[in-house]
């Protein structure tokens, strides 16, 4: 029988604990992997094209991080979890010297940004929901910073694979306004400029670096701040803005994941990938038909 991962506090730097897959020498290194997007994303990526999980996470959703890996086991492939906040440029150092470790070289053939950990607010507000420079830094160091930090270092320990796709996770918030979600569009913006000239750096070298870009979907997070009856408030309007009349799913955007990560799609590079089903395009509509 394989005996579990070891789940390792963030400045430690593990020993290997789990064996290795039984073909696919691959990983999929994915950041927010415990729940969500990101769970969906490696429960995806292990059944085709079959990679091994490298995932990061906080802690939060320990439940939700069992059962992905139970999943990822029951694909056949190998899994070692690392809890850790991975916005920082030393969880980057630590997270990544774990992998060398555990994989070795030139085995990472996905990179997934999903963390999050933005701060809501106004810039100029005298209330408690003001963006101070400390939630500022904050959001900026988990939804576009932390990128950089680990593309840098994985290039250093020479862990990508030939062919390497890393995808960053963009939202609609890039062309719309919504009040109090000013420094979230900003640090996506941020991202934005990120992929496309990490793409220039790393296009010569064989990889490909992508933006996907999709609408709300429902995560376990998104429950934790909505009650039941504004969440499904929330669906219903996203339903009447979506041309498919209803939401996306995780498992949706995991799947389109897969696609990327094949041969079909390597001429993707520096792109911002519109997955939002059109959830934009009837805003106008709505606001003057109502």
Known sequence: MRAPPRTTPGPQHPEATAPRGPSDPRWALILGASSGTGAAIAEAVARTPGLNVFGVHRGRYAEAASR???????????????QADASTPESAEAGADALLTHAGPRSV????????????GRFLSEGPDRLHPRRVQRTFDCMAHSFVY???????????????????LQNPLDETHLGNTGLISASKAALEMYVRHLAMELGPRGHRVNLLKFGTVMTPALSHVYSPEALAQLEQRHAAMTPAGRMCTVEEVARFVTVLTGDDAGWFNGATIDFTGGMTLRLMDLVLNP
Do not use: Y
């Open 109 to 120: 053939k996905l990179f997934v940004h999903a963390i999050a950990g933005a701060a809501v």
């Open 150 to 168: 680990w593309t840098q270092a994985m290039v250093q320990r020479d862990l990508l694979a030939p062919d390497a796709r890393l995808l960053g």
């Open 68 to 82: 992905m890996e139970a999943s990822v086991r029951e694909a056949g492939r190998d899994v070692l979890l690392r």
